[in-house]
Nanobody, 113 residues
Framework: VQLQASGGGLVQPGGSLRLSCTTSGRIFSGNAMGWYRQAPGKQREWVATITRGGTIDYAESVKGRCSISRDNAKNTVYLRINSLKPEDTAVYHC????????WGQGTEVTVSS
């Protein structure tokens, strides 16, 4: 598995999580990286992007609540989500932007009281 996400779990509305995704140096160093999510019964959607130079963009649905970052030494990209809502419930994956690689291991986030 080239892309492994972790850090999900069951969280109450209003809570926070930090997701991590580790990949190979080849993938990480050569690409902008991003997070995607797929809610039950819905299509996968893009959540956030961070380029190699650090330019960041977020989907409107998470803007103001999310923070994406990358650690080049660890080949890891992070996503912190604050003020979690039930509609954030999904399986979260990371991949390159644009997506070039097979989906690896995702991490499930459930927001529920």
């Amino acid at each position: 598995v080239q892309l492994q996400a972790s850090g999900g779990g069951l969280v109450q509305p209003g809570g926070s999580l930090r997701l991590s995704c580790t990949t190979s140096g080849r993938i990480f160093s050569g690409n902008a990286m991003g997070w995607y999510r797929q809610a039950p019964g819905k299509q996968r959607e893009w959540v956030a992007t961070i380029t190699r130079g650090g330019t960041i963009d977020y989907a409107e649905s998470v803007k103001g609540r999310c923070s994406i970052s990358r650690d080049n030494a660890k080949n890891t990209v992070y996503l912190r989500i604050n003020s979690l809502k039930p509609e954030d419930t999904a399986v979260y994956h990371c991949n390159s932007i644009p997506r070039l690689y097979s989906w690896g291991q995702g991490t499930e986030v459930t927001v529920s009281s």
